[in-house]
């Protein structure tokens, strides 16, 4: 246990450096370009302001910096030639389960940080939080995360809102994670996200995804019930198997990877 805690000590410290506050900032930057293309009087809330906030060419930008903070880290290490070291060091499932941990909290990090800041842009330049005329709260279900909002918890509906983003941009980069032991080419590596959700996006579209499993309805319209902690249960727990899922694959990929050479 004391090698997989110094591995993923070491995995951190790589993905935390400056190269992650970069992409925070960067993803904030993508925020307030989606907004720039509309065209505001002055009188709109906090709430509609952050719904506008996303649109889906920047999205797709934002999956890449998520993806950059420590998805091609198996890519930078086999580039070394420093993954057999590290091998012998830890072993597979350690190395393997540190870089999916690292992966994981590294693109969270990325995309909650670089909303967060967005919302913080948007408090000091909204005159209202919530004005039910503008937003569509007033329409949503009972049980929807904008009722949140509609009777209140602006906190709790900031919350619910910066967490599954995060959590849904994050399983895309673990995925990358995962391909990159198939794919070693980083640039390769990082527009994964950006095929997958553009096929998905498409299959869905054509019908051939149930509406249950839209990315929208299991991390965005997930029902809340007015509570937080339901709001987030579920998205969590998705991103989680997800990422399990995706980690196993990149534990065989690597051992695949090492035994052929």
């Known amino acids: 246990m004391k090698r997989f805690w110094n591995l993923f000590k070491t995995d951190l410290r790589r993905a935390f450096g400056v190269r992650l506050w970069l992409l925070c900032l960067g993803v904030t ?54 993954i057999r070291n590290l091998f012998v060091r830890a072993g597979a499932k350690k190395y393997a389960a540190s870089k999916v941990a690292s992966c994981f909290l590294a693109s969270f990090t990325v995309l909650f940080i670089g909303k967060l800041l967005l ?16 937003f569509d709260g007033m329409q949503s279900p009972a049980g929807s995360v904008d009722a949140l909002a509609y009777t209140g918890n602006f906190g709790g509906w900031v919350l619910v809102n910066l967490v599954r983003f995060a959590l849904e941009g994050t399983v895309f980069s673990v995925l990358a994670l995962a391909v990159s032991t198939v794919l070693t080419n980083k640039f390769v590596v990082l527009v994964v996200p950006l095929i997958v959700r553009m096929l998905y996006q498409c299959a869905t579209i054509g019908g051939f995804i149930p509406a249950a499993l839209t990315m929208s309805n299991l991390f965005e319209d997930s029902y809340c019930s007015l509570s937080v902690f339901q709001g987030l249960l579920r998205p969590v727990l998705i991103s989680l198997a997800s990422c399990l899922l995706f980690g196993c694959l990149f534990f065989y990929g690597v051992k695949r990877r090492l035994e052929n050479g």
């Open 119 to 134: 919302v913080l842009s948007q408090l000091a330049v909204s005159p209202v939080l919530f004005n039910p005329d503008v």
């Open 29 to 82: 930057a993508l925020f307030l370009l989606s907004l720039s293309h509309y065209y505001f009087l002055g009188g709109e809330d906090f709430c509609y302001r952050i719904k506008l906030a996303e649109l889906p060419i920047f999205i797709d930008i934002m999956l890449v910096f998520s993806t950059a903070a420590y998805g091609v880290s198996f890519c930078e290490d086999w580039d070394n030639r420093n």
